[in-house]
């Protein structure tokens, strides 16, 4: 069974940035996929970013293109989420994910792993 675990979450200013990280353990296979999902106050949970653990390949919501950045860590089975110029808006619980099989990666209900989710505010 496959684990994941976030952390750097915390209270940050708008404008600052950034980074969650988002550790693996357990099976995974090349064309897994690993997705950063948020969900704010009232709202549904929402896709930002995702990247494939072997080829590194990656996908962005609309919101997050320019602003956010997923990437895989070299040495280790870690997934960041770099984050920039941080906007109240993006107040919400961030959440790691992973799915094992081929197809969408924006819809939350395709990942077969979560982590426990980690807070981010942005105070203005």
């Known amino acids: 069974q496959v684990q994941l675990e976030e952390s750097g979450g915390g209270l940050v200013q708008a404008g600052d940035s950034h980074r969650l990280s988002c550790a693996a353990s357990g099976p995974t296979v090349s064309n897994a996929v690993v997705g950063w999902f948020r969900e704010a106050p009232g709202k549904e949970r929402e896709f930002v970013a995702a990247i494939t653990w072997g080829s590194s390949t990656t996908w962005y919501s609309d919101f997050a293109k320019g602003q956010f950045t997923i990437f895989r860590g070299i040495a280790n089975n870690t997934v960041y989420l770099q984050m920039n110029g941080l906007k109240p808006e993006d107040t919400a619980v961030y959440y790691c994910?992973?799915?094992?099989?081929?197809?969408?990666?924006?819809?939350?209900?395709?990942?077969?792993?979560w982590g426990q989710g980690t807070q981010v505010t942005v105070s203005s």
């Open positions: 994910a992973i799915k094992l099989r081929v197809g969408p990666v924006g819809r939350p209900y395709d990942y077969d792993y």
